[in-house]
Each structure stands twice: as C-alpha cells, then as structure tokens.
C-alpha cells in the first residue's frame, strides 16, 4: 500500500486549501480512509475520517463545518476541503489507510495501518 499526499502549501487566513491522497497497490474500495495532523509539540490529532463507500464521515470538533472529505474510488483518491482557514489549522497533514469491510468511519489513529508522507499546510495571518 502506497499513500501520496498533495496540495499543501502556504495560505491566507480565510482561505480555502484542498488535499488529495493518492493511493496504490490496494484495492481502494475496501478501505477506511482518514486524515490527521501534526502541529510542532502537538500531538497527532484525527481531522476526519470516510467509510470505505464513501457514505459515511466524521468529523474533529476542530473542522466541522469548515472541512469536508470525499473519495473517488475510481481515481484512488480521497481528498480534504478546508474552508476558513485559521493560522491554527497549521500542520503537517496526513492521510492514512485501514481495511474495512464494512461502512465504519475509523477515527482513532492507532487503527490505521498506512501512512502517507505528509503535507505542510501553512496558514499565515
């Protein structure tokens, strides 16, 4: 299994930024995805999380209502939309993988089983 997380970068405040995370070597469609992040001293922390189907989410606290995840199943990829941006939401985001059968939203950051590399998301005020 191979992650490949994109689109960070440097944004304004109030922004918006969008994540994708490529996969490979896995069959996409039977897997739980979900992204976290990692600000400097912090620790990693659950941002959201999508069923295997696409159906089903959660979500942090810290993003409701400003963050959306999504997959394609056709494509590999599951994707992180982040509206209103804070100079809080800077972190090093990542994606991760775990099989699922069934339609179950994994939240907890020790049931994932891969890791992409991260992205940098910086977010100036």
């Known amino acids: 299994v191979q992650l490949q997380a994109s689109g960070g970068g440097l944004v304004q405040a109030g922004g918006s930024m969008r994540l994708s995370c490529a996969a490979s070597?896995?069959?996409?469609?039977?897997?739980?995805l979900g992204w976290f992040r990692q600000a400097p001293g912090l620790e990693r922390e659950f941002i959201a999380g999508i069923d295997r189907t696409g159906y089903n989410t959660d979500y942090a606290d810290s993003v409701k209502g400003r963050g959306t995840i999504s997959r394609d199943n056709a494509k590999n990829t599951v994707y992180l939309q982040m509206n209103s941006l804070k100079p809080e939401d800077t972190a090093v985001y990542y994606c991760a993988a775990v099989f699922r059968s069934n339609g179950i939203v994994v939240s907890v950051s020790g049931s994932y089983t891969h890791w992409g590399q991260g992205t940098q998301v910086t977010v100036s005020s």
């Open positions: 070597r896995m069959t996409f469609s039977t897997y739980a």
